[in-house]
């Protein structure tokens, strides 16, 4: 990894409680990010939550550390692989952080989600 690469980290929601079914999608879709050129892609296990506190029912599956290069020109692609990806799949959300600016993908395909897409893009220079 070079100084100036660009990092994205990637959180994967199944949106239920089901590991083998939430790992099953995550791999899927990690799948589809080896056919993007990019520089890197690192599992990153989620921590377990502190004792005594209790799940929200969903499964966070591990997160993704992925290297877009020095250029993130990959950002839109990667933005744009995530959402036909959960849209395809209909259920889920990815969370895409980028430094401290944060966008949140599910599966549904309305306008209003394209525009905070297309602005979490703007931000970063795409």
Do not use: N
Request: aromatic content about 4%; hydrophobic content about 40%.
């Amino acid at each position: 990894m070079t100084a100036a690469e660009l990092r994205v980290r990637l959180v994967f929601d199944t949106g239920d409680d089901d590991a083998e079914y939430g790992e099953e999608q995550l791999q899927y879709l990690m799948d589809e990010l080896r056919g993007l050129d990019l520089s890197s892609i690192e599992r990153v296990p989620q921590a377990p939550p502190p004792p005594g506190t209790r799940g929200t029912g969903a499964l966070e599956m591990g997160a993704l550390l992925i290297g877009l290069g020095g250029s993130g020109a990959l950002l839109p692609v990667l933005a744009g692989l995530v959402h036909d990806w959960l849209g395809r799949g209909r259920s889920g959300t990815v969370r895409l952080k980028l430094g401290d600016d944060e966008i949140e993908l599910t599966a549904a395909s309305d306008a209003v989600q394209r525009r905070a897409l297309d602005e979490f893009l703007r931000r970063h220079g795409e």
